[in-house]
Structure formats: C-alpha cells, structure tokens
C-alpha cells in the first residue's frame, strides 16, 4: 500500500487537493473517487509520516476528542468538524492522521473504519463508541463520553506514573551513587592498602574485586545487560509469561491494591459507557476486557459472558470474582433493579478512582522514609566495608 497526493475535480469542475492513504496505485485512487463523484486530474506517489516527526501525546487525543464533540453537537458536519480540526492542530504526526480519516470519510467511509486504521492511538473502546453511536444515532453523546472517558484515563495513567517515579527515582540514584563508589573510591583505596600490606576483609574484599571487575571488564558487563534485556524483552512477548506476569500484577507485594483497582476501574467504566450508547452486554464486556490489558480479566470477562448469555444477572456474575469489590457489585445490582445499570456502574468506577488517589498518596507516604532508609543503608555499607581495613590497621597501634 502507498500515499498519492492528488488533484482532482468534482461535478461543476471545482478542483481540490488531497492525500489518499493505503491505495495499491493511481488506477484503483481514480476508481474510489470516481465512487464520489469526483474526477481524478493528477496523482504522485507522497511520503508517509517518518519516525523522526513529534510522537502523538495522549492529552493531544483528548483534546481532539473534546473538541470534535463540541463542534458536532453544535451541528457542523463530520467533515466539517474533522477540517477545521486538521486547520488547528500543530502536530504535523497528528495532522496527518486527521487528513487521511476526513479523506476516507469524504469517499464513504464509515467514520468508525475511517478512524479503525489508527487503532494503536485510539483505543479499542473509542472505536466501540464511534461504531454504536453511529449505528444508533446516538453520535454526539458517544463523541463526548469518549473524550469525558479518555481525560479521566490520561489522569489515571498520570496518577499510577507518579506513585512509581520516586521509587524509580530514588533507585536510579542509589545505583548511581554506588557505581561512582566503585570506580572512583574503591580503587584509591585498594592501591593504598595494597601499599600498606594490609589484610582485606570479606566485605572489603568483595568489593575491590566488584570494582575491579567493572572497570577492567566493563564490556562484559555491558554484554551480559543487553543480554538480559533482550531476553526479558522477548519473554514479555510470549502470552504465556505474559499472563503470569498479569496474575502476579494482581497479587504483588505492596502494589496488589492498588493495581487491582486499576483494572477494575478500566474496565468498568469502559463496560459502563458503551453499555449507556447501546452496545450489547456481551459486546461491552468484549471491549471492557481488550481495554483493561490483564488476561486474568479477560478470562474473567468471557464467564460473565457466558454467564449473561444464559440469563444471569450481571452483579450476580460479578459477585462470584472476587476482583470486583463489593461496592461495585452493590451498584451494579442497584442499578439492574432500577434499570440504570450504566450509569451505577460509571459512579462505581468514580469511587474506583477517588480510592486509587487515595491509596497513591498512601504509598507514597510509606515509600518516602522505607526507601531513603534502604538507600542510606546500602551506602553506609559500601562505605563501612571501605573503611574497614584501615580501622584493623588502626587498632594495632593502640
């Protein structure tokens, strides 16, 4: 599939220009327009947006989202709505993708396939909402739930990122810190005792051969690094691991809670939103469980499925995981007696997200004084093993 930049010409011989992304060649780009309407004039082979162009952040999608939900609830035209778009985004990356949707929606694309080639940046359940707002007329409400949806997820992601920077921080610092203590220290203090004949320690020992073996065979500690990287970087790539490494996400040390509610979260306001526009239970769930990236979850999501299907209520689905917590199955039963199931759940996921705030700030705390402490300990370590010789040395003049 290639890019042409074309000019063409429309029924009162209006001519304009435009770029048509994934054709096999100019015959089959006059055919499609040819389809419209429109009369090909010329056509060259144009250049897809290179790797070196700005990364597309989310909070630009977010922006977009909102913005095009506002234009299309006032009535401007899909079209309309996605040029004046293209006018105002700075994002060369971003101005591209915009061109080629309005493009495709321009030759009859659905605007839900139009927006499908850009799956990677916009989400499984985006694309769920565009397709049931346009199949149910519902458009407009779906445009701003999903950008009401994709804001609160930025924040989220913007949250979880900050509970594990300082610890990131802090290691990256300490390893710093015992790295310069190798290469610089520990050698001046190997060839002074070296010259005093003075007997080294275990602990002492242990790290004049650390730092000699950095220094002197640092390219085979470079070797085995990348080794290592590569091979987990491939394990992560094999469902099986993956899947493992899912479960013990859930159940992990100290962080357990807190990922636990995230993927809940994820995929209860996803179930509960396009569930509210008018996709199916099951489609929901489908989408909910793509969208919360855990395949502990997704097996999940495929018995409430089939639990569902054959007439089971959904929180008494729910009630048999014990991932899901009771609140939410309390809101969710709630909402089936009143027939607000959708929005119950959309207030569960809210309380989700408060609690998640709350157990952030919580871990921060509790991570602040544990890890300077580790981080003190293991430089007084370093420095008492230093030490150690010449205090031997020291005594035998007592």
């Excluded at 640092?218 to 094999?238: E, F, M």
């Amino acid at each position: 599939m290639a890019v042409y930049e074309y000019t063409a010409k429309d029924q009162a011989g209006n001519k304009f220009s435009g770029i048509y992304n994934d054709i096999d060649n100019v015959a089959t780009l006059r055919e499609e327009l040819a389809k419209t309407g429109f009369t090909l004039v010329k056509a060259h082979p144009g250049k897809k947006p290179g790797r070196k162009r700005k990364k597309i952040k989310q909070s630009e999608v977010v922006a977009f989202a909102y913005k095009f939900a506002g234009m299309y609830s006032a009535g401007l035209s899909i079209v309309r709505c996605l040029e004046t778009l293209e006018e105002q985004t700075e994002n060369q990356a971003f101005k591209y993708v915009i061109t080629d949707i309005r493009e495709s929606v321009e030759t009859g694309s659905s605007l839900a396939k139009a927006f499908g080639k850009y799956a990677n940046l916009f989400s499984d359940f985006f694309l769920g909402m565009l397709e049931a707002g346009e199949s149910g007329g519902k458009l407009a409400e779906a445009l701003e739930m999903s950008a009401i949806y994709l804001e609160k997820q930025t924040d989220l992601k913007r949250k979880v990122k900050s509970a594990f920077a300082y610890p990131v921080v802090v290691s990256i610092t300490c390893f710093v810190v015992v790295g310069l203590l190798l290469v610089f220290v520990v050698p001046v203090f190997s060839k002074l005792y070296k010259q005093m004949h003075v007997p080294l320690p275990g602990p002492t020992q242990a790290l004049v051969d650390l730092s000699s073996l950095i220094k002197d065979g640092w390219w085979w500690v470079l070797i085995v690094a990348v080794g290592v990287a590569v091979g987990l970087r491939r394990l992560s790539g094999s469902p099986q691991i993956r899947a493992k490494w899912d479960v013990f996400k859930l159940n992990m040390p100290v962080f357990a809670k807190l990922n636990r509610m995230v993927v809940v979260s994820h995929f209860t306001r996803t179930f509960a939103m396009l569930a509210s526009v008018g996709v199916s239970l099951i489609e929901a769930l489908e989408v909910a469980s793509q969208v919360a990236h855990n395949h502990k979850l997704t097996e999940i999501a495929t018995e409430l499925q089939q639990s569902i299907e054959v007439g089971n209520p959904v929180a008494s689905s729910m009630k048999n995981y014990d991932i899901f917590p009771p609140m939410i199955v309390q809101l969710a039963a709630s909402g089936e007696e009143v027939g607000e199931l959708p929005q119950m759940l959309n207030k569960g996921a809210d309380f989700l997200d408060k609690d998640i705030d709350r157990t952030i700030n919580a871990l921060i705390v509790k991570l602040e004084p544990a890890l300077t402490i580790i981080m003190g300990v293991i430089v007084l370590f370093l420095l008492t093993a230093v030490y150690l010789p010449m205090f031997d040395y020291m005594s035998h003049f007592e």
